[in-house]
């Protein structure tokens, strides 16, 4: 193997990159490996629930919002993360909305300073509104999911970032990640937000 390639595969330290994701967990420990020097963290955030109404237009959850940022790390570093959930579609009639998506969130001090990142909560769909995304924060990229639809169908939102999942159609749960659940407007219930997710990237 010549020193080029080894250097591509396995870094100037001969650390070996380490990729950790994360679907589910609320204040859980993620430690830094031995070896790794940076980490690129990205969060993505659950999407808001769908609301539901007997007739007419309705709101759709908005799509889970996403952030990026990378910072210094060493060895035995911890961060402490939640991963957002999806928010639950509305089943009471006559109308009602349904719950905020759940915001993903890392925290922590490492080697390159302190880290506090968070997805912030995506809205749900009413009977008379759509949901809106949330600002992430923390974040060095923060990118909005989009906001759901008020209309018959009442379409969910997409989650935002590479791996953000569409929102769902009218009554229809959202797709993983981050989509919107859709509203309903013939009295059987909105569509559930999909999951949020964590990823950490070492270096």
Do not use: H
Not at 22 to 27: H, K, N, P
């Amino acid at each position: 193997m010549s020193g080029i390639t080894a250097l591509m595969m396995f870094g100037a330290s001969g650390f070996t990159p380490v990729v950790n994701t994360y679907t589910t967990g609320t204040g859980l420990t993620e430690t830094v490996p031995t070896g790794a020097s940076q980490v690129v963290i990205e969060i993505y955030g659950g999407g808001g629930g769908g609301a539901v109404k007997g007739s007419g237009s309705v709101g759709g959850g908005a799509g889970g919002s996403y952030g990026k940022k990378t910072i210094a790390v060493t060895g035995g570093n911890t961060f402490t993360y939640t991963v957002g959930i999806g928010g639950n579609g509305a089943i009471t009639l006559p109308a009602s909305a349904g719950t905020q998506g759940g915001a993903s969130t890392v925290s922590g001090t490492v080697a390159g300073g302190s880290v506090s990142m968070s997805t912030g909560n995506a809205g749900p769909g009413t009977p008379a509104a759509a949901g809106s995304p949330s600002t992430p924060t923390g974040c060095d990229v923060g990118t909005l999911g989009t906001s759901g639809t008020f209309s018959a169908s009442g379409n969910g939102g997409a989650g935002a970032g590479p791996l953000g999942g569409t929102g769902g159609g009218a009554a229809s749960n959202g797709n993983i990640v981050g989509g919107g659940g859709g509203g309903d407007n013939s009295g059987f219930g909105g569509g559930s937000g999909a999951r949020g997710e964590i990823i950490f990237s070492y270096t």
